[in-house]
């Protein structure tokens, strides 16, 4: 199993911490095996969960470093046609109407926007789940009203 580890993470310390993290888990849900499940398959498939998931935690916890985020904030759309629908588009803009949202609306939507479920942004905020949603969609509503210049 250790073998199989290395091979997902690449790094000695990371597998170890990847079987740890794998055979608490099996421990914790011992009582949901059944005998005819395969058990090699099942303690692979929780290993191969427990990796996935927290690299997807991983990779949505990044953030742009300040310079990153100051050329992205600069960049317009200044080059596509006048045609288009998004000409004129500016990420300034943008991001400027996002800052404008009132906080109660503010802070779920940039979570959303962040790659967060409804669910963590729950927790993380400590408010019910159908009032994240309710909070997003009015935002999303606010910023649509706001940015109706950008719309065909």
């Not at 290395?6 to 608490?24: F, G």
């Not at 404008?100 to 669910?119: D, Q």
């Amino acid at each position: 199993m250790y073998q199989w580890a290395y091979n997902l993470t690449s790094d000695c310390e990371e597998a170890r911490d990847l079987l740890q993290s794998t055979m608490l888990k099996i421990l914790a849900a011992c009582h949901a095996y059944k005998e005819e499940i395969n058990l090699d398959g099942w303690i692979y498939t929780v290993m191969r969960n427990l990796y996935f998931n927290e690299y997807n935690r991983t990779v949505r916890q990044c953030r742009l470093p300040d310079e990153q985020w100051a050329r992205i904030e600069n960049f317009s759309f200044d080059f596509l046609s006048s045609e288009s629908s998004d000409a004129g588009c500016d990420v300034r803009e943008i991001h400027e109407a996002v800052e404008s949202l009132h906080e109660t609306y503010k802070i779920p939507f940039s979570l959303y926007l962040s790659g967060y479920k409804y669910h963590e942004i729950a927790r993380k905020i400590g408010i019910p789940i159908g009032t994240v949603k309710s909070r997003i969609y009015v935002g999303r509503q606010q910023l649509q009203l706001t940015l109706k210049d950008f719309k065909e």
